[in-house]
Structures are given as C-alpha cells and as structure tokens.
C-alpha cells in the first residue's frame, strides 16, 4: 500500500537522540561545533589562540583577553537548567507531530510550569526567526485557508465566526514536492492584503500558482481571459501568478529538528561571529 511521504518521513528516534545527546559533555560538544565549526574563535578580535579556564567553563583569548562562554549570546545564556535539558525540549518540541504544549513540555522534562513555558516561548521565537529573511523562491503553490472548528448555529464556509483566515505559501520543487512553507495571517482576502504579504515572502520574479481567487489576481477580469497575468505587491518582488483550476497545496511542514548525523559534521555560521538574538541562535540550534 502507497504511503505518504510527508506522514512517514524520518524522524529522530528516542534512541538515536540519547546517542547523539544523552549526556551534558555530548550536548556542550554539539553546541559548540555549530559556534565554533573550525575551532573557538574569539568574538571581539576573531583570534584563534585562546586558553580554557576549566573551573568557570569560560574560554579567553591569547590576543585581547576577552573571556566567553560556550552559552553567551544564546538563548541559553545565564540559564540555570543543564543543557541536556534544552536539547531534549527541543527534541519534543521538533519531533512531536501535533506539537506540544508548555503543560505537557513541563510534565516531560519534570520541570516547573513557569520553567517550561520560557522555553517553549523562547524556542518557538528561535524556530520563527530562522527563516524570516529567506523569502520563498522558484515554483511556489499560494492559497487561503482559515483555522479555527465551526460553532453550532454560526454561519458556515467564508467569514464564519471563531476562524482565522490565513495565506499559505508552500515552495515546491519542479514536480511539485513540498520543500519550505510560510503562513502568514490576514485579516481579510483583499487584493491589498495578498499583495502586500506576497512582498515580503516571495523573492521578485518568483512563479507563483494560485486557485484564481479574485483577491489573489491583479484584475479578476483579467483571469477568464488569460492564464497569465502579473501581481505587483505593494512593496518588494514582482511575482508572476500562474491561474490555474482549484490547486489545494498542502501547508504540512516540518518544524526544524536537531540533525541526525554526529554534530560536528554540521554546517554553521561563519566562524569568528558570536550571537547576540536568537536570529543568531536559530542558525546554530536549528541548522537548515
């Protein structure tokens, strides 16, 4: 029997996890092969030479003296939980399929409430500003969808109370395989909203596909007489809109997930920078 691909697709296995990151020294040396992938570079003069001050974890600088440790400018600066605790929130957090809640990411990790919920907020912030300034490039499927269960005795279908509409942008390859996804919330589907948010998520000049909703052409008229037509966002790229018969894109995605293979085989920022945001942070933690 056929399954699908995105259902049965790979994850990373409680047993494999505890290979890869069971212990604090596993968890300090993955961290810092994504920090520092061609050895500790220091982050004020980029000098290679340094010493380690065992007794405080901190290492320092040959050329200027400056001191760092493995977790300054990271989300996991001045925290008083062991790092294996972070990789294993992370490893919830990424592998569980319908997502997991701060209540359940406490009862888990046998954390306190307060505890787990900074972090399951601080992670999420790290997951969203990953892929922030990467707009979707190439052959891409847009579409409108809403989120939210219908209420008995409300009205159905478009403008239903209790349902939040929402842009789904899905770049795909030529043959049409999902690859990386964008949601973005709009208040209505209005030419103005879909133009504007297609500016800030699609690179200029991407192929975009569309189920010809009039909100996403530049001139509804225009569509039953032409299969291609031109949408200007009011800000940023100049997309191409390909209409085309009712096409429903999947919006599945996968949240970012620690890599399978041993860590320092990863590839990470440039060496010699330190991270100060948890934009930073994100390439580090949740590599693409």
Excluded at 24 to 32: D, T
Excluded at 53 to 82: E, H, M, P, V
Excluded at 123 to 130: A, D, G, H, I, K
Excluded at 201 to 210: D, E, L, Q
Aim: glycine share 8%; charged share 25%.
């Amino acid at each position: 029997m056929a399954r699908n691909k995105v259902q049965f697709q790979r994850g990373l296995s409680d047993v494999e996890f505890e290979r890869l990151y069971g212990t604090e020294e596993k968890c300090r040396e993955a961290l810092f092969s994504w920090r520092w992938p061609q050895g500790f570079a220091c982050p004020a003069c980029g000098g290679s030479a340094h010493c380690e001050l065992d007794k405080r974890a901190l290492w320092q600088c040959n050329a200027c003296r400056t001191q760092t440790s493995l977790t300054a400018g990271t989300i996991f600066a001045a925290t008083k939980l062991d790092l294996t605790v972070w990789f294993r929130a992370m490893f919830h957090m990424t592998q569980t399929k319908q997502g997991i809640s701060a209540l359940e990411l406490s009862r888990r990790l046998d954390v306190s409430y307060n505890t787990a919920w900074a972090m399951h907020h601080k992670l999420r912030q790290v997951m969203l500003e990953r892929n922030q300034d990467k707009p979707l490039d190439g052959r891409i499927e847009m579409d409108d969808a809403y989120l939210g269960g219908e209420r008995s005795g409300g009205k159905r279908g478009r403008g239903s109370p209790g349902k939040t509409p929402f842009v789904a942008a899905v770049e795909t390859t030529e043959d049409g395989k999902a690859h990386r996804v964008k949601l973005r919330r709009v208040r209505r589907f209005t030419k103005k909203n879909i133009k504007k948010i297609t500016g800030r998520i699609v690179t200029r000049g991407a192929r975009v596909a569309t189920d010809g909703l009039g909100s996403s052409t530049a001139s509804p008229t225009r569509v039953a007489r032409t299969s291609r037509l031109s949408l200007a966002p009011a800000a940023g790229p100049r997309v191409t809109l390909h209409s085309r018969p009712s096409t429903r894109c999947s919006a599945t995605s996968r949240a970012p997930s620690l890599p399978r293979s041993d860590p320092g085989a990863r590839s990470t920022p440039r060496a010699g920078s330190q991270s100060s945001s948890t934009a930073s942070t994100a390439a580090m933690i949740f590599p693409p």
